[in-house]
């Protein structure tokens, strides 16, 4: 069994997979940043300074034994935007590597008409009858 499992982890599949999943979370790391520290400042100084991560709506107040009970709706709207940014990243490197594998598809070849060597029999056979 140990065996086998050894076989199945060491798949080119497998590994291709794990080498996917790290620079997927180093790439949702890049792009959180960017969302949050390139993109959202921008627009929250359009809306009036606004800083979209402490944007919360207070369900219940704090008091001296427990804290506020909250909604952060703010930090939800980051997360969103870092959705759509990684959501439209894969989708352009997908739409790449498809184009890539169309240009390496052999092109079917049309079937080549009657040689002439072909149409002459044809006549001439038709001209016996």
Known sequence: MLKEFKEFAMRGNV???AVGIVIGAAFGKI???FVADVIMPPIGVLLGGVDFSSLTW???EATEEAEAVAINYGV??????DF???AFAI???IKMI?????E?????ETPAGPTEVELLTEIRDSLKK
Do not use: A, G, H, Q
């Open 15 to 17: 590994m291709d997979m």
């Open 31 to 33: 792009v959180s940043s």
């Open 58 to 60: 207070v369900l219940k």
């Open 76 to 81: 939800f709207i980051n997360t969103l935007i």
């Open 84 to 86: 759509i940014i990684i």
């Open 91 to 93: 989708f352009v490197v």
């Open 98 to 102: 498809n184009k890539m594998k169309r």
């Open 104 to 108: 390496e598809e052999p092109k079917e």
